[in-house]
């Protein structure tokens, strides 16, 4: 059974940053791009960034983008959401997603998800 399993997530102050981890088992992870979402309170789920297969070409939304990285380590079946220069309205939580084709900011086009990992920033 696919996994997906996000962590790093917590309490932290605006300005400050976060590593969110996400690693996957029982997927052939360097065959999928794998993408982050978001989903504060009262709003939809939002496309942070993502990563394609071999790790050259990311995609960001323009909310994060400058300040938030996403990497991948295909050995480790795990991918990376670095997050800088956080602000409150970064508060959410977040989601990894695995998908075969590359459409980045669409959420349908990803074929598994994790269960999210919380994050909250104080202002």
């Known amino acids: 059974q696919v996994r997906l399993v996000e962590s790093g997530g917590r309490l932290a102050q605006a300005g400050g940053s976060l590593r969110l981890s996400c690693v996957a088992s029982?997927?052939?992870?360097?065959?999928?791009?794998t993408g982050w979402f978001r989903q504060a309170p009262g709003k939809e789920r939002e496309f942070v960034a993502a990563?394609?297969?071999?790790?050259?070409?990311?995609s960001y939304s323009d909310s994060v983008k400058g300040r938030f990285t996403v990497s991948r380590d295909n050995a480790k079946s795990t991918v990376f959401l670095q997050m800088s220069s956080l602000k409150p309205e970064d508060t959410a939580v977040y989601y990894c997603?695995?998908?075969?084709?590359?459409?980045?900011?669409?959420?349908?086009?990803?074929?598994?998800w994790g269960v999210g990992t919380q994050v909250t920033v104080s202002s």
């Open positions: 029982s997927l052939a992870f360097s065959t999928y791009a």
């Open positions: 997603a695995a998908a075969l084709s590359w459409a980045p900011a669409v959420s349908r086009s990803y074929n598994y």
């Open positions: 990563i394609k297969w071999g790790g050259a070409i990311t």
